[in-house]
């Protein structure tokens, strides 16, 4: 019997075709789940009611910044030459800086961080989760930085205050309750050496470059620009917060 | 000398082609599916609606408060001691904020029983401030906007530290806000209660109608950041 001998580039192409036939079942799967998700008229609705929202509260923080800057001015033309509302006035822009309030420039250290492409795209049949950044990545990451003296943090401009939480609904990461999206830039003010170190035994850090995560980071030297951060735009919630002092008084 | 092209190879290049078309829709997508808010489900889209609406209400207030003081400002711009005052009055919310100045008010004591890790804290203290907390201190630590959860390793006990400070069991944390809804955050079905007791690690939690918050002990000084110069 005669043996049937195939060329070398068929086992090839069949297994090439295989793969775009599961990457067509895999898209067509999704696509489906997206038709389905945006004929919902209750999800259309939410959002709808979210982005007006979205759009809504960031004016008002426009606003809000915009009132400190006018009342900050206001208050330096009326300190000129007096020095006991010098002195308050220099106390009040102190208490600024340190709430996140004003804008912040210095050295520092800038960590780029972006979801695991590459990974997801080896592995299609594989959890997807497993390749992207997680809230609780970015949440140990500020953490970390913090412990390592860094005086004022941002994520992709947020500002991170004393208040600021980082989570996720769903697959959505919000700080300061806005949507952020990949890729993740955070910025940190501080001795950029104590921030390197920090990255340099940080388990989230460390285990994500591991993973095959893009993630980066560069540092400010002599001779690069400053870091900047962007001042915190939002509010502060202090309606049942009192000064133990004037308690005392009362 | 001419080569000659094999009709395989034609083959093969535009299966390579197909195949690179279909990673990149497919990558597209996939990171559409992650962040779009048509993905999301319904419950998802209500508590980032819920979240939403509270913020725009905290914004309101704060707005309307800023812009009452900034008329005021302006009317008592001759009058020094109105000034001073109104100066005293935003000063000392903002060290409220800062934990520089104690603080008191209603909210939640919290009582760990087991042995929480450092990223168990994170996201517990996390939580609350997701919870509209307004001033949290970890035995008797006050969090300040630049402190920092870790731990430190003896010979025979590793201790959870916050700013460099040893927090000794029981851990209890003070949080001031609305105390039901701080509990509730922590104690939603699959929340970080329930995630915890997964491993024998327990939160007590009270409501206080009045506690009092420690002040951090010294002021915080910057070394590095700075106003950035007007231009």
Known sequence: MKKSMLPNWVPWLTFLLLLIGLFFVQELKIQSAIVTASADPKTEVLISLITNLEAETAALEDRLASIRQETEALIGQAATGESQLTELQNQLTQAQIQAGITALEGPGITIQLDDNNSGLTSSPADDPNRYIIHYENLLYLVNDLRNAGAEGISINGQRIVVSSEIRCVGNVILVNTTRLAPPFEISAIGDPKALEEALASSTTYQQLSLSGFPVSYKTTGSHSNNISLPAYTGSFSTKNLTSAAHEEAS | ?231
């Open chain 2, 1 to 231: 000398m001419k080569k000659h092209i094999h009709g395989w190879q034609i083959y093969l290049a535009i299966t390579f082609i197909l195949l690179g078309i279909m990673i990149s829709t497919q990558i597209q997508t996939q990171n559409r599916l992650m962040s779009d808010l048509s993905l999301q489900s319904t419950s998802d889209l209500s508590i980032m609606l819920k979240n939403l609406t509270d913020k725009r209400w905290q914004l309101s207030e704060e707005i309307e408060e800023a812009e009452n003081n900034l008329i005021h400002s302006q009317d008592d711009y001759k009058d020094d001691s109105e000034l001073m005052s109104r100066i005293d009055s935003e000063l000392e919310r903002l060290q409220l904020i800062n934990g520089t100045i104690e603080a008191v008010g209603s909210g939640i004591s919290i009582t760990v029983q087991g042995n929480l890790l450092s990223s168990d804290l994170v996201l517990l203290i996390n939580e609350l401030w997701a919870a509209s907390a307004e001033a949290v201190t970890i035995n008797d630590f006050r969090v300040t906007p630049t402190s920092g959860i870790g731990y430190i390793e003896t010979l025979d006990k590793t201790y959870l530290t916050c700013d460099g400070n040893v927090l000794h069991e029981p851990i209890t944390i003070k949080a001031i806000g609305n105390g039901p809804i701080l509990e509730k955050s922590l104690t939603m079905p699959g929340g970080i209660a329930d995630n915890l007791s997964l491993y024998q690690i327990y939160l007590h939690m009270e409501l206080q109608e009045e506690m009092q918050l420690e002040a951090l002990p010294t002021q915080p000084q910057l070394r590095y950041g700075k106003i950035p110069d007007k231009e």
